[in-house]
């Protein structure tokens, strides 16, 4: 009997233990509900997931991670892959989660046809640009009114710092032009939504002063644009602490709204492409690395916090350390652990990290 009781509160105490580390008492949307809104990329997929619970859980916002872009979306002239995108939407507006629109114009994962002209030619202008403002009238329009911030254009800017913009087809074709339309057409075709200009590398000051440029030069134009994107695939080495705030307040002073909108903390140097794949002692995720995460994560909200009135809606680039894009990129076969939750989904100390503060 003795033992029998000892065992149902052994049992019930470890149980306890289980369920506060599956649920922490308060969650992420819980804490920054004054500040911001809590969002995650995810796929269709994930929906069928033990992830799903820490979506409807932790966070108020998603961002479909690939559903929306125009190869998934748009993959022939006459054909919408409407599907996953509309399982993301339908999925969010029955929880009351703000849904952000990525992306309508990227120079990555477009589809074959978008470029391709009369017989074996390449497009001309004219034609691409029709294409375009066809694709943002159907994207826009089918979730006209439930989706609140699209990011309209997408890594624009070029990485070399003597080149201003980024060489794509769509620049080579139609010149700068293409991105003050992109901008006019989604407007029109939502002009509630909000509408973003999203780019990565935004913490170097070269890219950074281009982004603001740009930027500054569509608004004296009168094109309706509202935010800056800031994509945030940083690295427990960077950005410092200075550099984030110099970061901020050069993008606050636009009087922009700012989103973080792909915020991840790789626990590796953001190496080039074709980087070699390291031993097994450079990839082990080391209780260091965990630690300077840890603190890369505090860094980085104790200052989304001090830009608060600027920064309207932070949200993370995949949902646990189950899956991350990181995996195998850019080096093949190396795991990453960049979020806020581990692959078993329980919350990491950076969760802590994140949650540990008064405002
Ligand atoms: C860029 C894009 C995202 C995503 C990431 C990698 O940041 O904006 O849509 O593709 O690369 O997953």
Same mark, same amino acid.
């Given at each position: ?65 690939? $559903? ?51 017989? +074996? ?18 994207? =826009? ?9 699209? +990011? ?44 973003? @200009? ?5 913490? +170097? ?14 608004? $004296? ?62 990839? $082990? ?11 890369? @994560? ?15 809606? =932070? ?45």
């Amino acid at each position: 009997m003795k033992q029998h009781l000892f065992m149902l509160i052994a049992g019930s105490m470890l149980s306890l233990v289980v369920q506060s580390q599956t649920t922490p008492a308060v969650t992420l949307k819980e804490k920054y509900a004054s500040s911001f809104t809590m969002g995650v990329a995810i796929s269709p997929r994930a929906l069928r997931t033990p992830e799903r619970q820490l979506i409807e859980t932790q966070f108020s916002g998603v961002t479909a991670e690939n $559903a929306m872009k125009m190869g998934p979306i748009h993959p022939r002239a006459d054909r919408f892959n409407w599907a996953p995108a509309d399982s993301v939407v339908a999925f969010a507006t029955a929880r009351n989660m703000a849904v952000r629109g990525h992306t309508l114009v990227w120079h990555s994962q477009t589809p074959d046809w978008l470029f391709k002209g009369e017989g +074996d030619q390449q497009v001309i202008k004219e034609e691409l640009l029709k294409r375009i403002k066809a694709h943002i009238d159907s994207v =826009v329009g089918r979730y006209k009114g439930r989706v609140f911030a699209w +990011d309209v254009v997408n890594e624009a800017i070029s990485d070399q710092k003597e080149e201003f913009y980024r060489p794509s087809l769509f620049y080579q074709i139609c010149g700068e032009e293409y991105i003050q339309k992109a901008f006019e057409w989604a407007h029109a075709a939502d002009p509630s939504a909000l509408l973003f @200009y999203n780019d990565y590398n935004e913490t +170097d000051p070269v890219k950074r002063g281009k982004i603001i440029k740009m930027v500054n030069e569509l608004r $004296a134009k009168g094109v309706p644009i509202h935010g800056i994107g800031l994509q945030a695939h940083w690295s427990i080495f960077s950005p410092s602490a200075e550099v984030l705030d110099q970061t901020l307040s050069d993008f606050s002073k636009t009087g922009l709204t700012l989103h973080i909108t792909e915020l991840d903390v790789s626990v590796y140097k953001k190496e080039g492409r074709r980087e070699r794949i390291p031993s097994d002692s450079l990839t $082990a995720y080391t209780p260091e690395r965990e630690a300077i995460q840890t603190e890369m @994560y505090q860094r980085a909200f104790a200052a989304f916090r001090k830009y608060r009135e600027f920064i309207r809606s =932070v949200t993370f680039w995949n949902i646990s350390d189950r899956y991350s894009w990181l995996d195998n990129f850019p080096i093949r076969g190396r795991k990453d652990h960049p979020l806020l939750f581990d692959a078993a989904l329980q919350p990491k100390k950076s969760f802590g990290a994140v949650m540990d503060f008064k405002f």
